[in-house]
């Protein structure tokens, strides 16, 4: 199928891309422009599904008691590969233009991709000293009183059935996973 072959190509792209450092990827970016005389950010055409929220939007959400705006760094680097200062413009800055858009207090943050690796130690601190109360990962499971406040996990619902969904966020399907793996 022609149409796999650039689902395949973007996948194969995006995976490795993250696995590099922000200059790494500008400079192969630059690359891959001045060779096909395209500029990405011009030739991208993203789904609506993944498109950013508006500031308007994000406005309206946040009227909603039950719907808190976190962050998730400036540009979206994984930050146990750069250095301090990096690390705390990041989150600072991402933290200081949510506040000022929206005139709420952006306590809460995601790491940018959150799989084991992503986040560290130093990472943990320096989030924690930007002012942040907490941080998610992406890594999968469940939480509890003694939980590192800078490394929650997530429980996946994706697209489900109501016993499925209420299965996932009650920890009943993550007992019986380790029960079967015991």
Same mark, same amino acid.
């Given at each position: 199928?022609?149409?796999?072959? @650039? %689902?395949? $190509? =973007? ?6 891309? +993250? ?5 790494? &990827?500008? @400079? %192969?970016? $630059? =690359? ?6 395209? +500029? ?5 055409? &993203?789904?609506? %599904? ?16 039950? &719907? ?115």
């Amino acid at each position: 199928m022609p149409g796999q072959d @650039k %689902i395949s $190509c =973007d996948r194969f792209l995006r995976i490795n891309l +993250k696995s590099m450092d922000y200059v790494s &990827i500008e @400079k %192969i970016v $630059c =690359d891959v422009e001045d060779k096909t005389d395209v +500029k990405l950010a011009e030739a991208a055409k &993203i789904p609506p %599904i993944y498109a950013p929220l508006e500031w308007d939007e994000i406005l309206e959400m946040t009227r909603t008691p039950k &719907i808190n705006i976190g962050s998730h760094t400036h540009n979206h680097l994984i930050l146990a590969r750069y250095d301090n200062a990096v690390i705390q413009n990041e989150t600072v800055l991402s933290k200081k233009i949510i506040e000022s858009k929206t005139g709420v207090n952006a306590r809460l943050f995601c790491y940018p991709n959150g799989a084991v690796g992503d986040f560290n130690d130093r990472t943990k601190q320096i989030i924690k000293e930007s002012g942040y109360s907490c941080a998610l990962t992406t890594v999968s499971g469940m939480n509890s009183e003694f939980s590192d406040l800078y490394e929650l996990k997530r429980i996946g619902v994706g697209n489900t059935d109501l016993k499925s969904f209420i299965m996932n966020i009650s920890g009943l399907k993550h007992f019986i996973s380790r029960i079967k793996n015991a």
